[in-house]
Nanobody
Framework: QVQLVESGGGLVQPGGSLRLSCAVS????????MGWYRQAPGKQRELVAR???????NYADSVKGRFTISRDNAKNTVDLQMNSLKPEDMAAYYC??????????????WGQGTQVTVSS
């Protein structure tokens, strides 16, 4: 079955950078569009970046020009390079299939996520 393992989060000062990585197993990774999502406390999960199986990308307006999504189909990973981080970027970050999340036993499956904290 599919497994998503996110990593790379941490504490960074405003203006700093982080690179998140997501390891995907249990699926034919190269056939799936993938996305990075984030969820801040008290807010709904939102899509911040998307990459198709062919490498085309889309970004939420709030991160355009600062975040870059990429994928390595040989390693089954999808990364998110985050630059010029702002306090409003602080959230738990998750990767998943796009447009619909992976499902296990009839339920949407999400990994454990990785926390990004932006604070001075």
């Amino acid at each position: 079955q599919v497994q998503l393992v996110e990593s790379g989060g941490g504490l960074v000062q405003p203006g700093g950078s982080l690179r998140l990585s997501c390891a995907v197993s249990g699926t034919i990774f190269s056939l799936n569009a993938m996305g990075w999502y984030r969820q801040a406390p008290g807010k709904q999960r939102e899509l911040v970046a998307r990459i198709t199986s062919g490498g085309s990308t889309n970004y939420a307006d709030s991160v355009k020009g600062r975040f870059t999504i990429s994928r390595d189909n040989a390693k089954n990973t999808v990364d998110l390079q985050m630059n010029s981080l702002k306090p409003e970027d602080m959230a738990a970050y998750y990767c998943n299939r796009q447009p619909l999340p992976f499902r296990i036993q009839g339920r949407d499956y999400w990994g454990q996520g990785t926390q990004v904290t932006v604070s001075s």
